[in-house]
T-cell receptor
Framework: DSGVTQTPKHLITATGQRVTLRCSPRSGDLSVYWYQQSLDQGLQFLIQ???????AKGNILERFSAQQFPDLHSELNLSSLELGDSALYFC?????????????FGPGTRLLVL | GENVEQHPSTLSVQEGDSAVIKCTYSDSASNYFPWYKQELGKGPQLIID?????GEKKDQRIAVTLNKTAKHFSLHITETQPEDSAVYFCAAKGRTGGFKTIFGAGTRLFVKA
């Protein structure tokens, strides 16, 4: 158990809908990362937050947004969902946001868009 | 943009044999190289990492080597066991490009008992 929690574990929804994925980092970790894992794209970095501020941005679609709250939990919002958004979404956390910080991954949220 | 290539995509070894997974990266500014193991239904777990000022690092049966000139790094698992069966990902990260971690496509390792 990495200490990172993600809810929900599974999510089934329809195209065009909006969902929110939640992540609680390990106790004491200030930085949160979001990743998308699909069969054809592998693990793709979406976005990183450090102590409430956006730190780095990857291949995150405009339909997706995220934020980190004062209590350091983070939410990833996915809107206007398409079939291709079906994937595993992982959250990871690290103590600080430096380039060589160990990232601890949560168990993931499996999203299925029908 | 930055890219990490990983080979092979699938690797099958006999229990007790060694397994080697290789990665190359494109961004010469990358200076941190973690390796993750992902078991079925779980998130990736860091198993070893290496920084650019080190050429080799070992932790029990696992070792990683880094050749910065060739932009190449490898994972070596010795005396493989069935519980080593999983998907392994290499990754590269550096200050250039805003601290993004770029992952390889993964290697599915099967260890046959």
């Amino acid at each position: 158990d990495s200490g990172v929690t993600q809810t929900p574990k599974h999510l089934i929804t329809a195209t065009g809908q909006r969902v929110t994925l939640r992540c609680s980092p390990r106790s004491g970790d200030l930085s949160v990362y979001w990743y998308q894992q699909s069969l054809d794209q592998g693990l793709q970095f979406l976005i990183q937050y450090y102590n409430g501020e956006e730190r780095a941005k990857g291949n995150i679609l405009e339909r997706f947004s995220a934020q980190q709250f004062p209590d350091l939990h983070s939410e990833l919002n996915l809107s206007s969902l398409e079939l291709g958004d079906s994937a595993l979404y992982f959250c990871a956390s690290s103590v600080v946001g430096g380039f060589d910080q160990t990232q601890y991954f949560g168990p993931g949220t499996r999203l299925l868009v029908l | 943009g930055e890219n990490v290539e990983q080979h092979p995509s699938t690797l099958s070894v006999q229990e007790g044999d060694s397994a080697v997974i290789k990665c190359t990266y494109s961004d010469s500014a990358s200076n941190y190289f973690p390796w993750y193991k992902q078991e079925l239904g779980k998130g990736p777990q860091l198993i070893i990492d290496i920084r650019s000022n080190v050429g080799e690092k070992k932790d029990q049966r696992i070792a990683v080597t880094l050749n910065k000139t060739a932009k190449h790094f490898s994972l070596h698992i010795t005396e493989t066991q069935p519980e080593d069966s999983a998907v392994y990902f290499c990754a590269a990260k550096g200050r250039t490009g805003g601290f993004k971690t770029i992952f390889g496509a993964g290697t599915r390792l099967f260890v046959k008992a």
